[in-house]
């Protein structure tokens, strides 16, 4: 309980537990081997509803079809692959499928350009292999070996950042389901249950390309921007509660009216024109996705809670918009100039103080 | 009528107290022309009444003649302007045409039961405009009234699907009644659920939209009237089966009471005709309405097909593999692997929704993972294809249909043209002129006959051919069509009825009405040539007679420039048509002669109608050059050097007159050199001289440029200007070279140098080098200088 109370983000399997039980209490269907729920109690842990008395929140919003899919996928024993823009609830989704369907998130691989084959395979704790030769106590196994021994889901982070190669050592693990270890003399096989699901950016497209090997061995699900500024809305405002609960913010959670604001001018750089269409805007380098306006936001609410008052003012959001949105400095600078003297000067009264502030700020 | 008829409570079950049986059905459900079926058999009926057009019923023995293939229509419209049609689409896996189907192979009668066309239509035109009968409450009809209730009966329906659990309302229906494979179990099922739908919705319709509730009672209370009938001619009631939309099958019980006689005399009718025609694929998935619900044909046809052999579990397998072999075909290739793997998705998803087999939406989902490796545009053609495809259906000779469609397939077929006669565009390009390397005449103009017939099909607005540019610039032998057939362009030659019983006919009544409302020169010659291009001998010479009479008062010289480039044309190229230009030519000769003779009058105009007047002085010019011995090109000519030499008409235009003479060395070099002095000379606003000279640029370039003397002539101008005339000039100098191509303007700044000591190589040099800060200024200074007069 200790450990609950001081860590600084708990996995989902634990952030959300009562809800799990919840769910396991009341799910009467049958579950799958190797699964803790029936897949539609793993559909309402992820899009919500309710387990006895229980109310489920929502972990994903927005499109409750692509988790229909990624579950059904699971389902047929596949690996899933989600691709999305960055900040699309990517690796919270896949944290949250693997805590309700095995009850255990931990196992991750973060794909790096260092990754290498051991990290997916196995390495050797090498002090013991000169000292006793290839044994089984010598072996450290990789989350996916160790997922494969217990039937569980291992997630795999930015596969795409990792080199090519080495993301083909997925393939006869994802074919076969083995692991043969030579040096042993001996190959593990997955038990029932086991899968993959591992993740990739779409803005890291071409520069590990995956083979179209590995590719066939993964169902894709391409996960959108939130569709509506209403679901995007939602989602930053339910984010932003969770973790300034967990980070202990000395702030008030900030009103809907500053979310709407952040979130329009969001949409609006990214889409490269305004709301209703009828004005083209120039859109920053960097990425400025949902995710974005969530770390924007309870920075904001940092900086209230420390400095501040503890409320949100202008100043503060300015400032996390500012950051967020100006990353290579002249030419983010001069978008976001153009952004406000054009688009947010224009929109009146109750827009004023934040353009005041941002215009401040970007001097 | 005013009374409110009371009906049945949805609690009863669905066949009691009614001595014959109902088979209620969603038009274009695959299921349901699948039990339908089963249940014919399991009856025997003797009689089977079908909603439809109760006129109509003469078509249905055709409807499943030999030779017939779905989709098809029948299609009724209004036998006067303008025309207004009805549609009655069927595919193979419509219940009705399974019905009819089965009738026929059983000798059992088919019958339609629907209030007849000339009602419905005039009824349709009723509930747009004026109300068929009042609100009880007298008060008068109200069009938000009429949304609210659209708004609350899709709110019901999307709360059925949510309790579903579904995300549309098509994914439901499938699930819900589609894969019901039970035997009665979609018959109970889908009465059931729309007795309750319409329970829930009926009162609020006639109290928000009146208009519509009491068409719905006027039909049912026919159909009633219909299904008595044929109790009444003998049918053992045990014996008949009614096959209506399920919304109706409440209302058809014969304890609500029927239509009289005296009411059916009272209906609103407009005279109506039917025909049937090929209907296709893409626009069933595209109609509102009557076809709704029928996003995807092609897949529902397989659907059908893997029902009537009784495997419908294969359905994923066959619809996945046709995707892939779609793919495959545009070279995107995907293993069959994958396609097992798009089967499994399907069927998990379907389980999610404890659904007995995939529906529509899961394919496709499954489609864009496993095929599409998640991108739905990779394989987006592909699920057109496998979804919508581009089938047609066709109708044999002999079939009913207007004597101007068979007059149509019949031309198409002469010309070998049926083949085009595709959902997909094609291309064709035609070659006018004689191929002699075939022996009879008929081949050899077969292009030209083709392009007669388009021609004509353009004219009467049938949309089943457009014309494209042609490759080859203005090559008058080759026209380039794109052929796409459409239901559009069906329901358009059926409209052409009315105007004539063959294409040739139509043609030549849609271009006699163009001709008597027309009052404009340019507008009587291009109908001329339209008439050529459809061949229509007698209308040709009917607008000859047209144009004559309007040229005898015209006087625009823009106008006949326009009309004597039309005749031009077509005197030069019209044998390529095989045509007659000889009663052509007096007519070009008499507009020829008034335009040369209105040039000078037309050319006293200021410099925006300059433009216009001219390239009509150009085509005159052109006309004048290519039919010389036609027309009185002398007097053109004399003309022009009027025009050239005077100095109280648009500068431009005196210039213009004069490059063509200069062109033709119909000036010498003394005269040029006269002239050109006299039109720069001082004394002459400077704007003038270089709108003269700009006039004088618009012809041939190099015959300017071949002619030193000019440029001297030039130079010693512009060396007698003051400074503040010469800054005058060079504006408008440098707008009349404005025109020219950059290499023109450096012949002639080498031109100029050559007058003033500088080497030609020494002037290609000054030219390349880049503007000093202080030249750039003087040019902005130019840009901005003040006229004092404007």
New interface residues.
């Given amino acids: 309980m200790d450990q609950k109370q001081n860590a600084l983000r708990l996995p989902a399997e634990k952030l959300y537990e009562a809800e799990l039980q919840a769910l396991k209490e009341t799910d009467k269907e049958s579950r799958p081997a190797g699964w803790q729920l029936s897949?539609?109690a793993v559909?309402t842990f992820l899009t919500g509803g309710q387990a006895g008395g229980t109310a489920i929140t929502p972990k994903y919003i927005g499109n409750?079809?692509l988790v229909?899919?990624a579950?059904?996928?699971l389902?047929?024993d596949?690996a899933l692959?989600l691709?999305g823009e960055p900040g699309t609830a990517k690796s919270w989704l896949s944290e949250n499928l693997t805590a309700a369907i095995h009850g255990d998130s931990s196992k991750v691989i973060q794909g790096t350009a260092g990754t290498s084959e051991e990290h997916i395979r196995y390495s050797w704790n090498y002090a013991m292999l000169l000292a006793q030769g290839p044994s089984d106590a010598a072996l450290i196994k990789s989350p996916v070996f160790r997922a494969m021994e217990t039937g569980g889901i291992a997630r795999f982070e930015e596969i795409s950042r990792c080199a090519s190669e080495v993301q083909d050592a997925l393939i006869s693990i994802l074919s076969e389901k083995t692991i043969s270890i030579p040096e042993l003399g001996r190959e593990v096989s997955a038990t029932r249950g086991f899968s993959v699901i591992a993740t990739a950016n779409t803005r890291d497209r071409g520069v590990n390309e995956m083979s179209a090997a590995l590719?066939?061995r993964f169902?894709?699900?391409?996960l959108p921007a939130p569709s509506d500024i209403e679901t995007e809305i939602e989602i930053v405002r339910k984010r932003v509660a969770e973790i300034s609960g967990s980070y202990e913010l000395k702030a008030a959670l900030p009103d809907d009216e500053a979310v709407r604001k952040v979130v329009t001018i969001f949409r609006e750089l990214r889409s490269g024109a305004t709301l209703d269409g009828k004005e083209k805007v120039k859109g920053p380098s960097g990425v400025i996705s949902t995710a974005e306006a969530i770390s924007l936001l309870t920075g904001s609410m940092a900086l209230a809670g420390s400095f501040g008052n503890g409320d949100i003012t202008e100043e503060d959001i300015a400032a996390g918009l500012q950051g967020a949105i100006v990353k290579d400095d002249e030419k983010d600078r001069i978008v976001w100039k153009e952004y406000l003297d054009n688009v947010m000067k224009k929109r009146g009264a109750t827009w004023r103080n934040l353009y005041h502030a941002c215009s401040e700020m970007n001097q | 009528m005013e009374k409110l008829v009371p009906r049945m409570l949805g609690d009863e079950p669905v066949t009691g107290g009614r001595p014959f049986h109902v088979f209620g059905i969603r038009h274009l459900s695959p299921a349901g022309a699948h039990h339908l079926l089963a249940f014919l058999d399991d009856i025997n009926p003797t009689a089977v009444l079908i909603e439809g057009p109760a006129d109509a019923c003469g078509l249905i023995g055709q409807l499943t003649a030999r030779g017939v293939v779905p989709p098809i229509a029948i299609l009724a419209y209004t036998d006067h302007l303008p025309v207004r049609t009805l549609l009655y689409p069927y595919a193979e896996y419509s219940p009705e045409y399974q019905a009819f189907v089965w009738a026929a192979s059983n000798g059992a009668e088919a019958r339609f039961i629907d209030l007849p066309t000339e009602v419905s239509l005039a009824l349709y035109d009723r509930r747009r405009g004026v109300p068929i009968m009042k609100r009880p409450d007298g008060g008068p009809e109200d069009p938000d009234s009429r949304g609210a209730f659209r708004a609350e009966q899709s709110r019901l329906f999307e709360d059925v699907v949510k309790l579903a659990g579904e995300s549309d309302f098509e994914s439901f229906w499938e699930r819900q009644f589609e894969h019901n494979g039970r035997k009665d179990a979609y018959r109970k099922a889908v009465a059931r659920y729309s007795e309750l739908m319409r329970s829930r919705t009926e009162a609020m319709e006639w109290e928000h939209s009146p208009e519509e509730a009491a068409y719905n009672e006027v039909r049912e209370s026919y159909m009633r009237r219909r299904i008595q009938d044929a109790i009444d001619a003998g049918h053992e009631p045990d014996r008949i089966v009614v096959v209506t939309g399920a919304h109706h099958t409440s209302a058809m019980d014969l304890r609500l009471p029927p239509i009289g006689d005296k009411e059916i005399s009272s209906l609103p009718k407009v005279s109506t005709k039917l025909t049937l025609m090929p209907y296709s694929y893409y626009k069933l998935s595209t109609r509102s309405g009557y076809g709704a619900g029928n996003q995807a044909p092609a897949y529902y046809e397989l659907l059908w097909d893997c029902m009537k052999r009784g495997d419908a579990a294969k359905l994923p397998a066959y619809y996945l593999s046709r995707i892939a072999e779609h793919l495959r075909a545009q070279g995107t290739f995907r293993s069959t692997a994958s396609v097992i793997e798009g089967v499994r998705l399907a069927e998990a998803l379907a389980a999610l929704h404890d659904g007995s087999q995939p529906t529509w939406r899961d394919l496709q989902d499954a489609a864009v993972v496993c095929l599409g490796f998640g991108e739905r545009s990779v394989i987006a053609e592909a699920l057109a294809r496998t979804d919508i495809g581009t089938a047609i259906g066709s109708l044999p000779e002999g079939v009913s249909q207007t004597p101007v469609q068979d007059d149509l397939n019949r031309e198409l077929k002469r010309l070998k043209l049926t083949k085009y006669k595709t959902a997909v565009a094609e291309t064709l390009e035609l070659d006018l002129r004689e191929n002699r390397r075939v022996q009879s005449e008929e081949a050899a103009f077969l292009d030209l006959n083709r392009s007669v017939l388009l021609h004509r099909l353009e004219l009467l607005g049938i949309g089943f051919a457009k014309r494209q540019r042609a490759g080859q610039q203005s090559a008058t032998w080759a026209e380039r069509w794109d052929l796409q057939w459409t239901p559009e362009s069906e329901i358009q030659t059926v409209e052409s009825t009315l105007k004539g019983e063959t294409v040739e006919l139509a043609a030549a009544f849609a271009l006699g009405e163009k001709l008597e409302g027309c009052a404009d020169l340019a507008e009587a010659s291009r109908l001329i040539r339209i008439a050529c291009d459809c061949s229509l001998h007698k209308l040709m010479e009917d607008a000859r007679s047209v144009l004559q009479q309007l040229a005898v008062d015209a006087g625009n010289f823009e106008q006949i420039a326009a009309a004597v480039h039309e005749l031009s044309v077509l005197a030069q190229y019209g044998s390529i048509r095989r045509l007659d230009t000889a009663p052509l030519l007096p007519l070009l000769q008499q507009l020829f002669l008034r335009g040369s003779l209105l040039l000078l009058d037309a050319s006293g105009c200021n410099d925006d109608a300059a433009a216009a007047m001219a390239s009509a002085i150009q085509i005159m010019q052109g006309t004048a050059s290519e039919h010389y011995d036609t027309v009185d090109a002398g007097l053109w000519r004399a003309k022009l050097e009027e025009l050239a030499f005077r100095d109280d008409r648009n500068a431009k235009l005196s210039g213009l007159a004069f490059a063509i003479l200069l062109e033709k060395n119909e000036i010498s070099e003394e005269q040029c050199s006269r002239e050109v002095a006299r039109r720069l000379s001082l004394g002459i606003p400077a704007d003038l001289g270089a709108g003269w000279f700009e006039g004088l640029a618009q012809r041939n370039r190099y015959a300017l440029l071949s002619r030193s003397f000019l440029w001297k002539q030039l130079d010693d101008y512009i060396a007698t200007l003051t400074p503040e005339a010469f800054q005058r000039s060079l504006v408008f100098l440098r707008r009349a070279f404005g025109a020219f191509e950059p290499r023109e303007k450096a012949a002639v700044a080498e031109m100029m140098g050559g007058f003033w000591g500088v080497s030609a190589e020494d002037a290609a040099i000054a030219l390349q080098e880049p503007l000093s800060e202080e030249e750039k200024e003087k040019l902005d200074e130019l840009n901005e200088f003040d006229f004092g007069d404007l």
């Fill in positions: 897949p539609k559909l409750k079809r229909e899919m579950i059904a996928t389902l047929t596949r692959l691709i590719k066939r169902n894709i699900i391409v």
